[in-house]
């Protein structure tokens, strides 16, 4: 398989940001992750901070929605002053456009795409490899406590509440109600594997 375009979901304190650009770095891909949250704000005409909001508080959804019946979501790709009543616009609710996004990012080709739900969006696609970068909820809260400085009661907390929004996050803008092993390519934990060894693991998959 050429892989063209790599996914890493990834559970809070499991180190897939990491992984993820050790991963870029030897394949020589882009790395992205905030870079999504971006262009859908630019596409939405709001502020970055406000759509990143949306994955945590459902009544923001209805705002970016009055932006986008008010304003064009694309000035090259709709050049005419949209209707607020348009359905194609009001249809775009933000999880279109992240989903729009994650596909124009993807079609660029060599990437190395973190979070969002790029694997569920990107599903059936070829030339790609959907990596899922996890660990047991004890070792992710100690990493936490240390990364962080926090008592590792508070830190345990933080990552029961990390895995709800996430799988808050798939049900709502992915329609996945039960995340399985077999909606990845590869399923890592970093328990014992460093992330050097996960990152050597996903790109020897991407190369078949």
């Known amino acids: 398989m050429k892989c063209r375009v790599v996914t890493i979901a990834r559970s809070l304190g499991a180190g897939g940001e990491e992984i993820g650009h050790l991963v870029a770095g030897a394949l020589g891909f882009r790395f992205v ?3 999504i949250i971006i262009r859908a704000a630019e596409k939405a005409g ?7 909001q949306v994955e945590h508080t459902q009544p923001l959804i209805l705002r970016i929605l009055d932006v986008m019946g008010r304003a ?20 775009m609710t933000y999880e279109g456009i992240i989903e729009r996004v994650v596909r124009e990012t993807a079609a660029e080709g060599k990437v190395v ?4 739900g790029a694997g569920m969006h990107l599903a059936g696609s070829g030339g790609l490899l959907r990596a899922f970068v996890t ?5 992710r809260a100690e ?7 926090i008592g ?7 990552v029961q509440e990390s895995d709800r929004q996430r799988r808050e996050y798939l049900r709502r803008f992915c329609e996945v109600h039960r995340e399985l092993p077999t909606d990845y390519d590869i399923v ?6 460093a992330p050097s060894r996960a990152a050597e693991l996903i790109v020897a998959a991407s190369k078949g």
């Open 143 to 149: 990493r936490i406590a240390r990364r962080d400085s």
């Open 135 to 139: 660990a047991s909820p004890a070792a």
């Open 33 to 35: 992750d905030d870079e």
């Open 46 to 52: 709001v502020s970055p901070e406000t759509i990143a």
């Open 152 to 158: 590792e009661r508070v830190a345990r907390k933080v």
């Open 113 to 116: 795409l973190v979070a969002h």
């Open 188 to 193: 890592i934990s970093t328990d014992v594997l």
């Open 72 to 91: 064009p979501l694309d000035p090259v790709a709709v050049p005419v002053t949209p209707d607020a009543d348009d359905p194609w616009l009001r249809s």
